[in-house]
T-cell receptor
């Protein structure tokens, strides 16, 4: 699996967009980008994933650069409940096994 | 009701004791996983199972064993607990039949284990 690099922490004002970057410069053509988050010691929660096109769902948007070497998770209107650790993971789909979680980015949404 | 449940939620035990952590799911998924998380770190995979007859070691299986009693149940055992197994343990499930999101995993609430 390609390794990912994320900033260890970020702050965001409540109501503003939170933009969380992830570098995955060694990503292969058959690897997807996944984002999960973990709210204070709870089980991680799936947010979104993508291959090369930008994706949007009810939780967030995922912007993947054209060369696929980096991506950005966007929470359009961050709330206090979005305070969590956000993990960017790249993985071959249907490789069959586990997710590899790195250190993630600790997002603090402030009033 | 939660789709993935773990018991116990908290456990304190002593060095050398045998302990079992249990995971049950009502999602009907074939694949189940056990992870551990140490403070300030990401999750690391201990064992995973693709169906009742399939068990695979993960990144850090030493000192642990598992049992897949049924599709819905996956237990993690520490045969002789030691203090550095103090951690937060998560069970997860996934189902490749869901489609392209093969790696979407659904996590339980976690078990906080302390080994004294």
């Amino acid at each position: 699996d390609a390794k990912t690099t994320q900033p260890p922490s970020m702050d965001c004002a409540e109501g503003r967009a939170a933009n969380l970057p992830c570098n995955h410069s060694t990503i292969s053509g058959n690897e997807y980008v996944y984002w999960y988050r973990q709210i204070h010691s709870q089980g991680p929660q799936y947010i979104i994933h993508g291959l090369k096109n930008n994706e949007t769902n009810e939780m967030a948007s995922l912007i993947i650069t054209e060369d696929r070497k980096s991506s950005t998770l966007i929470l359009p209107h961050a709330t206090l409940r979005d305070t969590a650790v956000y993990y960017c993971i790249v993985r071959v789909v249907n490789a069959g096994n586990m997710l590899t979680f790195g250190g993630g980015t600790r997002l603090m949404v402030k009033p | 009701d939660a789709d993935v449940t773990q018991t116990p939620r908290n456990r304190i035990t002593k060095t050398g004791k045998r302990i079992m952590l249990e995971c049950s799911q009502t999602k009907g998924h074939d694949r189940m996983y056990w992870y551990r998380q140490d403070p300030g770190l990401g999750l690391r995979l201990i064992y995973y199972s693709f169906d009742v007859k399939d068990i695979n070691k993960g990144e850090i299986s030493d000192g642990y064993s598992v049992s897949r009693q049924a599709q819905a149940k996956f237990s993690l055992s520490l045969e002789s607990a030691i203090p550095n197994q103090t951690a937060l343990y998560f069970c997860a499930t996934s189902d490749p039949a869901l489609g392209v999101s093969y790696n979407e995993q659904f996590f339980g609430p976690g078990t906080r284990l302390t080994v004294l």
